[in-house]
């Protein structure tokens, strides 16, 4: 075949699309970032004059940096203690099911437990001047409102849903309700080591206070819960921590008082009374629960007992229309 002569025309051709780079962050410098913070930073840039944004973008990108590392760091030590924990805990359920050839291996399960502060002494006068003014401002914020719905919902909304969620599904389980009980009087509130001089109360929960009491003063809602504090509180924790649990009535306490299960108990709750073996066995440690990734320092067991769990309570009357139930505490948080 005879070859074309002459000047051909070569077909047009695209260059070749760059590599695929996916965009990266001006402010922090990771590709792909979505943090708020750089979008935050990086909106003053119209504001400011370009040295003054080079210098300032500089510095907010080093400490957001920082930030991650430190984050990164946290979980890091948190998924090894965790690890470290599960192993150990396994250890001791597995040399308890040794010992222990009598019970069917299904019908023991290990439950790690923090352990709530233990020192008791009087109340001092100035925790609970701060309760007290931050008790006014609530009520005299809590009187605004017509009723609880009026309150503009805020996190304690979401904790009223799950604490009626959780008290619903306790109700019908009493064996599960009467585990959370015991396990909660083993752990004495190590959950409430955080509730300080305010106990978690909210403009929400003093309103529905006063819608349930509608003839009360402010002074009266007031001194309701003034009543309660006890004569001794445990150091370091909720000034309603008393030595044999929540000196508060289940009803006046806080919703996320009433909706919090720790981890281990959640998970219990997640399987249901059906799934409760006839043991438990309760391995404690000796952080509270907000401190237990808090350093490098082994938190060590300090208690390993088995808990019989306990029948459930015998089943209580019917209720006539109208009637109050008054709940009763749970354990001690
Ligand atoms: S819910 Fe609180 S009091 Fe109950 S076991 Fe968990 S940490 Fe302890
Ligand atoms: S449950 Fe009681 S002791 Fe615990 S944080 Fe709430 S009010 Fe305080
Ligand atoms: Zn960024």
Redesign the pocket.
């Known amino acids: 075949m005879a070859l074309p002569v002459g000047p051909t025309t070569l077909p047009m051709q695209r260059p070749p699309p760059p590599p695929f780079a996916p965009p990266t962050c001006g402010v922090c410098g990771e590709v792909r970032c979505a943090d708020l913070a750089c979008r935050h930073v990086a909106a003053q840039q119209p504001k400011m004059e370009p040295f003054a944004w080079r210098n300032f973008v500089a510095f907010q990108g080093r400490l957001i940096r920082e930030r991650r590392a430190r984050d990164r760091g946290r979980k890091e030590n948190q998924r090894r203690i965790e690890a470290l924990e599960a192993e150990e805990s396994a250890a001791l359920l597995e040399r308890y099911r040794r010992d222990h050839p009598e019970l069917p291996a299904e019908q023991v399960r290990v439950v790690d437990l923090p352990s709530g502060l233990s020192q008791l002494a009087p109340l001092p006068p100035e925790r609970i001047a701060r309760f007290r003014r931050r008790l006014e401002l609530l009520i005299a914020r809590a009187q605004r409102y017509a009723d609880a719905d009026a309150v503009p919902p805020d996190q304690h909304h979401r904790a009223r849903a799950r604490s009626l969620q959780g008290e619903a599904l306790l109700a019908q389980q009493p064996a599960l309700k009467s585990a959370c009980e015991q396990l909660c009087g083993a752990c004495r509130?190590a959950?409430?080591t955080?509730?300080g001089d305010h106990?978690?109360l909210s403009t929400a929960i003093l309103r529905r206070e006063l819608d349930r009491a509608p003839h009360l003063t402010a002074e009266q809602l007031r001194d309701r819960y003034l009543a309660q504090l006890p004569a001794a509180s445990i150091v370091g924790?909720?000034?309603?921590?008393s030595a044999t649990?929540?000196?508060?009535p289940r009803e006046q306490?806080?919703d996320?008082?009433n909706a919090y299960f720790c981890e281990p108990l959640a998970a219990l709750q997640r399987a249901g009374a059906a799934a409760l073996p006839q043991q438990l066995l309760v391995v404690q440690r000796a952080n509270h629960q907000w401190n237990r990734f808090d350093t490098d320092a082994r938190n060590a067991v300090v208690r390993v007992a088995p808990l019989a769990l306990a029948p459930p309570p015998a089943a209580t009357p019917p209720v006539a229309p109208g009637e109050r139930v008054q709940s009763p505490p749970l354990g001690?948080?």
Do not use: D, I, M, V
């Open positions: 509130g959950c409430c955080e509730g106990a978690y924790s909720c000034l309603f921590q649990g929540c000196a508060l306490r806080a996320l008082c001690t948080s």
